[in-house]
């Protein structure tokens, strides 16, 4: 497998890699296929992205330790879109143009749905773990897939437990992006629906050095919680100042903040006991994502991060479809994602999936996130859980199985 670092990732190369250097000299073979790795390695989700792209890599190097697809090996390309669409247009259409990627997987929701028209113009399958954003329920399901469940699924989460808790008042900030604002708008519905009280319902831009007027109403207003849908860079500055400006509540934080650097970065002691963070998660009780969770310890040292088991499925999903399809492009495979994801012989892993369709089986792949039987818009159904803030560090809290949602 050769994995080519492009654009402003290049410099970041060494930690991606990891993964990929163990699968390189496996097998050999003179075919290649292109799979481009789109994802913020830098800026307010950079922690996120170089989850997605590790969590690629991995997928890739077992694709290639089983033989690669008929394609050939699994070639990645990896760039950076530093979280702008922009930046994610210029790069995809390298990675199609110069590359000649047949998928683009990784992009987070605002390049995502920037992404929409080059895709299906270009006849290429554009794939990520994290895009939630319900935008995709109306443009998704040709050439458009995830592996993560609407945020539709994600702000339910979020209201549920905010109405669990028994708040009686509940302040929201929410940070003006895609990626933010989509679950925050479902979980203001069922809040309302609750009958809890939302005290602020504020939008604030990224990027400023304080955020001490959009915090005067809210903290005057004192509520019991602030679910604070913000970027890591702004989260950190909004929970400081939260903080030094007399609030007392607890707080529920979106998937953003839901990395280890938080506690460093804020202090662990301004939300031990008292912080919350909701994120998209597989159910751990899964022998498919056990098994990813063994590998993954086993070739990092630690366990799985946010949506690092969505990204492994992601690149399966892909290998997958490309070993039933007729033809090694991006329509061809479009052809088959469904195909390989429902009505067919159970499997778990691309060797397995590999051999089924050798012997002219259907199949269905279920992997370490869980079953991804996708709805009309390329979107499968998604379980959540709830962390605590304890000890400096996230514990498990709440878990929400799929049929919480049904």
């Given at each position: 497998m050769k994995t080519i670092f492009a654009g402003r990732g290049a410099a970041l190369k060494t930690g991606v890699a990891a993964?990929?250097?163990?699968?390189?000299?496996?097998?050999?073979?003179?075919?290649?296929v292109t799979v481009g790795v789109l994802v913020p390695l830098t800026g307010e989700l950079g922690e996120f992205g170089k989850i997605v792209a590790n969590a690629v890599e991995m997928g890739a190097a077992e694709i290639n330790a089983a033989g690669g697809t008929s394609c050939g090996m699994i070639r990645t390309v990896v760039a950076d879109t530093g979280g702008n669409p922009q930046n994610g247009i210029r790069e995809a259409s390298k990675m199609i143009e110069s590359e000649g990627a047949v998928a683009i997987l990784g992009p987070t929701s605002g390049v995502m749905v920037a992404l929409v028209d080059l895709a299906k113009r270009t006849k290429t399958v554009l794939m990520s773990p994290y895009a939630g954003t319900i935008t995709l329920n109306e443009l998704g399901g040709d050439y458009v897939y995830r592996t993560v469940s609407s945020d539709l699924g994600d702000g339910a989460a979020a209201g549920l437990w905010l109405t669990e808790k028994g708040y009686k008042t509940v302040a929201f900030l929410v940070q003006n992006e895609e990626s933010t604002i989509s679950p925050a708008q479902v979980a203001r519905q069922r809040v309302e629906e609750a009958g809890i009280t939302l005290t602020d319902y504020i939008i604030y831009n990224p990027g400023?050095?304080?955020?001490?007027?959009?915090?005067?109403?809210?903290?005057?207003?004192?509520?019991?919680?602030?679910?604070?849908?913000?970027?890591?860079?702004?989260?950190?500055?909004?929970?400081?100042?939260?903080?030094?400006?007399?609030?007392?509540?607890?707080?529920?934080?979106?998937?953003?903040?839901?990395?280890?650097?938080?506690?460093e970065a804020v202090g662990a002691d301004l939300i031990n006991g008292r912080a919350y963070v909701e994120v998209a998660e597989a159910d751990s009780s899964l022998p498919e994502f056990q098994a990813f969770k063994d590998m993954h310890n086993e070739k990092t040292g630690k366990a799985p991060g946010p949506f690092a088991a969505n990204s492994f499925d992601m690149v399966m999903l892909a290998a997958l479809a490309l070993e039933a399809s007729d033809a090694c492009t991006g329509e061809s495979m479009n052809s088959k994602i469904r195909d390989v994801t429902d009505g067919g012989e159970k499997v778990s892993s691309f060797a397995a999936g590999k051999e089924a369709l050798a012997a002219g089986k259907d199949i269905d792949y279920e992997g370490a996130s869980g079953p991804l039987v996708l709805d009309e818009s390329g979107t499968p159904a998604g379980s959540y859980a709830v962390q605590k803030a304890t000890d400096g560090a996230w514990a498990a809290e709440t878990f929400y199985p799929a049929s919480a949602f049904e």
């Open positions: 993964c990929a250097l163990a699968a390189m000299g496996a097998t050999s073979q003179a075919e290649e400023q050095p304080s955020y001490q007027a959009e915090l005067i109403s809210v903290l005057a207003q004192e509520p019991d919680a602030i679910y604070l849908a913000g970027g890591q860079e702004s989260g950190v500055t909004v929970i400081k100042e939260a903080t030094a400006g007399g609030f007392q509540g607890e707080w529920l934080f979106t998937a953003d903040l839901a990395v280890p650097e938080i506690f």
